[in-house]
Nanobody, 125 residues
Framework: VQLVESGGGLVQAGGSLRLSCTAS????????MGWFRQAPGKEREIVAF????????YYGDSVKGRFTISRDRAKNTMDLQMNNLKPEDTAVYYC???????????????????WGQGTQVTVSS
């Protein structure tokens, strides 16, 4: 089972990036998925999560109104559109998936069984 993130990079403040997470080895079409991030010296924090069917989403307070999470269950992928990026968004971004079926998602990292290796997002001021 593998989750692979892509789309990270260096962008100026105010710019946009789109992260993608592709799953292989098993299907996550019935599992909630989420994006987390971790900056140096800080704990891993929730960015956003999406329910198993895409019907509900949750965003961390710091990204509300700027980031949008989406998923394509048929393609076993999940995206994170990040707009109006700020230097404080700089972090390694991880995608995660639950092992349980039909979940709505959680903000706690320990509720996710599968993790990607992370992709670096750097926002310059």
């Amino acid at each position: 089972v593998q989750l692979v993130e892509s789309g990270g990079g260096l962008v100026q403040a105010g710019g946009s990036l789109r992260l993608s997470c592709t799953a292989s080895g098993r299907t996550f079409r019935s599992s909630a998925m989420g994006w987390f991030r971790q900056a140096p010296g800080k704990e891993r924090e929730i960015v956003a999560f999406i329910s198993w069917n895409g019907g509900s989403t949750y965003y961390g307070d710091s990204v509300k109104g700027r980031f949008t999470i989406s998923r394509d269950r048929a393609k076993n992928t999940m995206d994170l559109q990040m707009n109006n990026l700020k230097p404080e968004d700089t972090a390694v971004y991880y995608c995660a998936a639950e092992s349980r079926a039909y979940g709505l998602g959680y903000a706690q990292a320990n509720q996710y069984a599968y993790w990607g290796q992370g992709t670096q997002v750097t926002v310059s001021s």
